[in-house]
């Protein structure tokens, strides 16, 4: 990491702020921010005093740990509403290396990989517990029958060999006074709905939290349809709860289209998207299907409608909403193809046009930092929150958490902070 970017990331900006704080011009600071060329020590000097700002006003209002953390999402939502992450787990090393490129980790923050080979003390004291926790198949057995047998029940047979077991003990150890946890919405249905039934009756009977769930399309803030569902809770001892319905959303059949998140193609966006646009400003010729390709997706979409299923491209034009961006988007890219017009090839979505479609960039914003291939970053944005939701969901929270940090400090003075 650049001198330039460290200072930037110190002093909570992006790029495009950094270049202003700094007086420079915005391609300046990105040659800076990738060590092209050495920043002028005056500019240095102008982050150094940002940083020391953004230190003294950035007293956080709660502290959270950030679980599966994949490239950040969840984090960005909290970050915004005051919150201050003391802990981030994630396993992967090429979303670890996105995620430290665009965040700051203020004293004390720490940052381990693997959860399933912490140990609890390596865990801060926190707040509130985010985590995007990955569902592997788990169901209900019978209590009784353990029980004649002597053996553990509950979530630590229930849930024993997932994820959401090590979850649940980080929630069982630490006793965070507000959780959110997030999955895809086919979570609710799997294993004929009893995989949620062990989160909820974990959740509520054996940890003690009051939950609220809902299932939100994103496509309410971006043009990508993406359901997802978030599980709020807060603990018992405090007697109150978080209502996700009452969480107001925008219109999603009025919202967004994927125009918005195209490249201008114009040359105006060469700046900071120079791997992903030719000299002139177009989108790069490698993010077009080849004929082989091409002509591959289109018999095999023919094939399965013959057949009466649904099985195909999703070929998406500029006033559409796409289909859900998956993980596997690096292969063909063939659930969002952009239709470039009669008799030419589609594309798929550039990495840059990605972290617009989940919010991480706004429309013609390009601050997002990519420090891996376009492989890796399809897959860590298939495989993330879409920010304006979490956004939202954080929002909407943010009166329940400081209630639940004041009522704490009042029911715990003595372990209160």
């Not at 940002?50 to 502290?63: E, I, T």
């Not at 169901?139 to 649940?168: E, M, P």
């Amino acid at each position: 990491m650049t001198d330039f970017s460290t200072l930037r990331q110190a002093a909570g900006l992006t790029v495009q702020q950094a270049a202003t704080v700094s007086g420079c011009a915005l391609s300046t600071a990105y040659r800076w921010e990738n060590g092209e060329v050495e920043p002028r020590p005056d500019a240095l000097d102008a982050l150094r005093d940002a940083a020391k700002v953004y230190a003294a006003a950035n007293d956080a209002a709660f502290r959270f740990a950030d679980l599966f953390a994949g490239i950040g999402g969840l984090r960005r939502g909290f970050d915004g509403i005051g919150g201050r992450c003391v802990f981030t787990s994630e396993w992967d090393r090429f979303a670890q290396a996105t995620y430290r490129a665009n965040f700051r980790d203020g004293p004390g923050h720490v940052f381990k990989g693997d959860i399933t080979k912490v140990e609890m003390s390596e865990i801060p004291a926190h707040d509130v517990l985010l985590a995007g926790f990955p569902c592997q198949p788990f169901s209900i057995a019978g209590v009784s029958k353990k029980n004649s047998l002597g053996r553990l029940h509950g979530f630590r047979c229930d849930a024993q060999g997932t994820l959401f077991f090590d979850v649940a003990q980080i929630i069982e150890h630490h006793r965070p006074k507000v959780i959110l946890l997030e999955n895809v919405k086919n979570l609710l249905s799997h294993d004929g709905g009893r995989t949620f039934a062990v989160i909820r009756n974990t959740l509520e009977n054996e940890l003690g939290y009051r939950i609220s769930t809902r299932v939100i399309d994103a496509r309410c803030f971006v043009p990508q349809h993406r359901e997802r569902i978030f599980i709020a809770g807060v603990r018992g001892d405090l007697g109150f709860g978080i209502d996700l319905d009452r969480l107001d959303l925008p219109d999603g059949t009025a919202g967004p289209r994927l125009g918005s998140i195209l490249h201008g193609e114009d040359g105006s966006e060469l700046a900071g998207n120079d791997v992903f646009l030719d000299a002139d400003g177009a989108v790069s010729s490698r993010y077009v299907l080849s004929d082989k390709l091409w002509q591959y997706l289109q018999d095999y979409a023919a094939k399965h409608r013959a057949k009466g299923n649904g099985f195909g491209f999703g070929l998406t034009g500029a006033d559409d909403v796409a289909r859900t961006l998956s993980a596997r988007y690096h292969k063909d890219g063939s659930e969002i193809l952009v239709d470039r017009g009669p008799g030419l090839n589609p594309r798929r979505l550039t990495p840059r046009e990605c972290a617009r479609l989940m919010g991480f960039d706004k429309p013609g914003q390009s601050d997002f930092l990519m420090p891996v291939s376009d492989t890796q970053a399809y897959r860590q944005f298939g495989n993330s929150v879409v920010v304006p939701v979490v956004e939202a969901v954080a929002r909407h929270m943010l009166p329940a958490i400081l209630r639940a940090v004041r009522d704490d400090q009042a029911i715990h003075p003595i372990a209160a902070e």
